[in-house]
């Protein structure tokens, strides 16, 4: 078949597919190479960082097949691929643990101060006592969308001794029981802010999660309360969470992983905050998971 690979995939796997068909890759080409490589192609494997609107996927006449090689479709126009018919293939599974994980490297990194005290000790300072953190047993965490990642996080967090609480899109008694056995608290999202020290997000970007998280739900949460965004960039209103990090009121710190703006030569609003880790969407970048 004739493959166009659009983002970063496991080099073996590429390799396998190279042994039996016609690949051609266009990573990290940007998207007008993707628009001129895709014409004759029959199958597109694509992660984010890529936009796979009409204009662009109207010229591979041939598209049969899409491999997203990860969770997320907030990059696909999926009217397009049902009125087509195209055949769409999700792999979220893998990405959803290695996303799970990332959540605890980006919480603990910014109630620890672990970035802050790097950068200081490169430079000769010794700040101990300026850095001293939050803890996580014993604290409330807060989950917005306990779906597969969100349920992985909760698990994770009971293991350090923090209790889950959390919010899903379509709540429900049996949900609630169904959680409630697995010691998570069902709220909504309120309930979720407000009641939380640390509140992680893991809902899809759509219009009913674009600026879910602005000003009014920034000032719910907790004094000295954190927030992780390993979704989205767009769900989280930055300029909103600049106004609250810069006063420390009432959130003390955040982490994000995704950003409204993503790629090369882009920088975060909030690049300037001490009290902000952030890294460039590499919530399901690990090995085991992209192999
Ligand atoms: C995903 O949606 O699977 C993740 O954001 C990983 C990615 O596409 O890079």
Known sequence: MKILIASQIDADAQAHLEQGHDVRSVVGQGQDALVEAIVDREVLVFRSGVSLDPGTLGRARDLKLLVRAGSGLDNLDMDYVTGRGIVLERIPGPGAQAVAELTFGLLLAAARNILVGDRLLRDG?????????????GKRLGIVGIGSIGSRVAELGMAWGMRPLGCVEHPSDARAADLAARGIELTDLAGTLEGADFVTIHVPLDD????????N?????????YLVNIARGGIVDEAALLAVL?????LVGA???????EGEGKVSPLAGLDNVV???????ATRDAQR
């Open 278 to 284: 952030l890294t460039p969407h590499i919530g399901a």
């Open 246 to 250: 810069e006063r420390k009121d009432p």
């Open 217 to 225: 739900e920034l000032g719910r949460m907790r004094r000295g309360s």
């Open 125 to 137: 300072h010794w700040a101990k006592s300026k850095l001293t953190g939050d803890g996580l047993r």
């Open 208 to 215: 009913s999660t674009r600026g879910l998280i602005g000003a």
């Open 255 to 261: 982490a994000l992983d995704v950003h409204v703006a």
